[in-house]
C-alpha cells in the first residue's frame, strides 16, 4: 500500500535529476528581490502578493520545465500528449497569475533542466515530483492569502493535482498515493528546487 513516503520518494528522484553549479541562484533570493513594500490596503494586499509572486515563479518553472521537454526529452505517445497539454495549462495559469499581480508581479530568472529534460525516464520521474511539489506549495501557502487570491489559487491547484494524478497514471503508479495531500512551507518547497540547480543566474 502507498504511504506518505511514495511523494517523499518522488520529490527525492527529482533532486537528484538535479544539476548543480556555477551560476546557481536560490529561490529565495529571487523572491526577496521582488517583494514588494506594504500595498495601500496594509498587510493582507502585501502578503497576497508575496505568496502569489511566489506562485508565479514555480509556475514560470513548470513552465520551463515543460517546454525543454518537449524540445529535448525525445516524448512520444501519451507521454508527449501529456506534457504538450500540462505545458498549455502551465502557460495559462502564469498568464494568469501576472494579470491578478499586474504591476507587482517580478521579474523570472532563466532556468535550465540538463539531464531532468534528456529522455522519457527522467522527464517523466521529474514531472510526477514537479507537480508533487507544487501542489504541496499551493496547499502550505492557503492560510495566508485572502479569500479573492485564495479563489484564484484554488482553481490552480485542483489543475495541478490532476496533472500529477495523470503522469502517475502513465507510469503505472497509483494516481493517488495518499488519503490527503502533504503541505509544506515555502522554505522547505524553496530549498528542495534550490538543490535540483535548474534555477540559473
Do not use: C
Not at 499551493?138 to 479573492?148: D, H, I, M, V
Not at 502513465?170 to 502533504?182: N, W
Request: charged share 20%; proline share 3%.
Amino acid at each position: 500500500m502507498a504511504t506518505r513516503t511514495d511523494t517523499a520518494a518522488s520529490r527525492d528522484r527529482f533532486l537528484r535529476l538535479g544539476l548543480a553549479g556555477i551560476g546557481t541562484v536560490t529561490l529565495g533570493a529571487v523572491l526577496a528581490a521582488g517583494v514588494p513594500r506594504l500595498g495601500r490596503s496594509g498587510t493582507t494586499q502585501a502578503r497576497d502578493v508575496e505568496v502569489l509572486n511566489y506562485a508565479l515563479l514555480l509556475g514560470e518553472l513548470q513552465a520551463a520545465f515543460y517546454r525543454q521537454a518537449l524540445r529535448r526529452a525525445k516524448l512520444t505517445g501519451e507521454l508527449r500528449e501529456y506534457a504538450e497539454v500540462v505545458q498549455g495549462h502551465k502557460e495559462e495559469h502564469v498568464q494568469a497569475l501576472r494579470q491578478a499581480l499586474g504591476g507587482s508581479a517580478r521579474d523570472i530568472p532563466r532556468f535550465a533542466f540538463g539531464s531532468a529534460v534528456s529522455n522519457p525516464k527522467r522527464f517523466a520521474a521529474t514531472a510526477i515530483a514537479i507537480e508533487e511539489l507544487g501542489v504541496a506549495a499551493y496547499n502550505g501557502q492557503a492560510a495566508n492569502l485572502s479569500k479573492p487570491a485564495l479563489q484564484a489559487a484554488a482553481a490552480i491547484v485542483s489543475v495541478n493535482a490532476r496533472h500529477a494524478a495523470w503522469i502517475r497514471a502513465i507510469q503505472d503508479k497509483k494516481p493517488a498515493s495518499q488519503p490527503t495531500d502533504e503541505a509544506m512551507t515555502r522554505r522547505q518547497v524553496l530549498a528542495e528546487v534550490d538543490r535540483t540547480g535548474f534555477v540559473r543566474s
